[in-house]
């Protein structure tokens, strides 16, 4: 069973930036799927913010895009996500998942922008 493991949250002011890793213990094929990030803010649905392919193509949310950067190390079966520029509008909980048949959903890791 495949168990993912989110961290690097935090507090952060506005235009500040944060590094999130994600770290996926019990599958030997990690680097063959396209992994993402997702986030769900409070009273919303959870949204995909960016992904990237077992090749490394990348594709982000318009939100996003230019502030975040996600990347790959599948010697360590690690997704990062580095979010620079951040606003109050990036506050939720941000996850990662392979973007088709997804595996159970990690805790998570928090992220608050406030200033």
């Known amino acids: 069973q495949v168990q993912l493991v989110e961290s690097g949250g935090g507090l952060v002011q506005p235009g500040g930036s944060l590094g999130l890793s994600c770290a996926a213990s019990?599958?030997?094929?990690?680097?063959?799927?396209?992994m993402g990030w997702y986030r769900q803010a409070p009273g919303k649905q959870r949204e995909l913010v960016a992904q990237?392919?077992?090749?490394?193509?990348?594709n982000y949310a318009d939100s996003v895009k230019g502030r975040f950067t996600i990347s790959r190390d599948n010697a360590k079966n690690t997704v990062y996500l580095r979010i620079n520029s951040l606003k109050l509008e990036d506050t939720a909980v941000y996850y990662c998942?392979?973007?088709?048949?997804?595996?159970?959903w990690g805790q998570g890791t928090q992220v608050t922008v406030s200033s």
């Open positions: 998942n392979k973007i088709h048949a997804p595996w159970d």
């Open positions: 019990g599958t030997i094929f990690f680097r063959v799927y396209t």
């Open positions: 990237i392919t077992s090749d490394g193509g990348t």
